[in-house]
């Protein structure tokens, strides 16, 4: 049985702990390598995120979930729930470990678990990221609608806007827009932060 396999059948969703930390952000620095030279050079960096930004994305309510494989984390994805949407935020799986089924494991675990439509911001560049959540059945919206929702639902600075973009869960009904950025304006929650 090769490696990819094991991490199929072996995988197990839990959701993370503070004593998870370090392995979060080890998984997710070396993931996030795969936007070095992809994404704009301005706003690479390594490490990708630093363990304050972490602290700071789960004291904002990104509630993490992680896969474990032999009992090791091989993945991470994060959900935060934002007026009457969810953003899945921070979606990371080891590079060893990927093209194995831990992303649609985590992917699956968060959509379970909403009610509510769920919006995802990624890289315009990151074509594999798109590809894999279209896999999944999000719908990317118009460059116009994400421009509108990484205003409402990210801080982000508008080159950022342009480099990246937006998939929703369900396609976006005429109104629907007008609706939830008026939702969130009536909120006092303090916009999720840069990074998708
Ligand atoms: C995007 C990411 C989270 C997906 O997780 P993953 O565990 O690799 O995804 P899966 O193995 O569940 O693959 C899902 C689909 O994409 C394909 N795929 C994804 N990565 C692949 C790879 N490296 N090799 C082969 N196929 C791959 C699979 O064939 C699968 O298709 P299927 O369900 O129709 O069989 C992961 O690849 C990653 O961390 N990438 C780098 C960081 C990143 O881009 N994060 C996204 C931020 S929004």
């Not at 995120?49 to 474990?68: H, I, K, N, Q, T």
Request: with cysteine; glycine share 8%.
């Amino acid at each position: 049985m090769d490696g990819k396999s094991r991490n199929a059948r072996d995988a197990r969703i839990r959701a993370i702990r503070d004593d998870d930390l370090d392995d979060v952000l080890g998984i997710i620095n070396a993931a996030a390598k795969a936007y070095r030279g992809v994404i704009p050079p301005d706003r690479w960096r390594d490490p990708y995120m630093r363990a304050d930004e972490l602290v700071s994305e789960r004291a904002d309510g990104v509630r993490f979930s992680g896969c474990e494989v032999g009992g090791r984390l091989v993945g991470v994805m994060g959900i935060q729930s934002r007026a009457d949407v969810d953003l899945v935020r921070h979606a990371y799986v080891l590079p060893e470990s990927q093209g194995s089924g831990i992303g649609s494991l985590l992917l699956r675990h968060l959509g379970q678990a909403c009610q509510r439509s769920i919006l995802i911001g990624t890289w315009r560049a990151a074509e594999w990221a798109i590809r894999f959540y279209e896999a999944k059945g999000f719908i990317r919206v118009s460059d116009e609608d994400a421009a509108a929702l990484l205003r409402t639902y990210w801080t982000v600075p508008d080159e950022q806007i342009a480099a990246s973009v937006v998939l929703a869960s369900c396609p976006l009904a005429p109104d629907f827009l007008e609706k939830i950025i008026a939702a969130a304006a009536a909120t006092s929650n303090r916009p999720a932060s840069s990074e998708p």
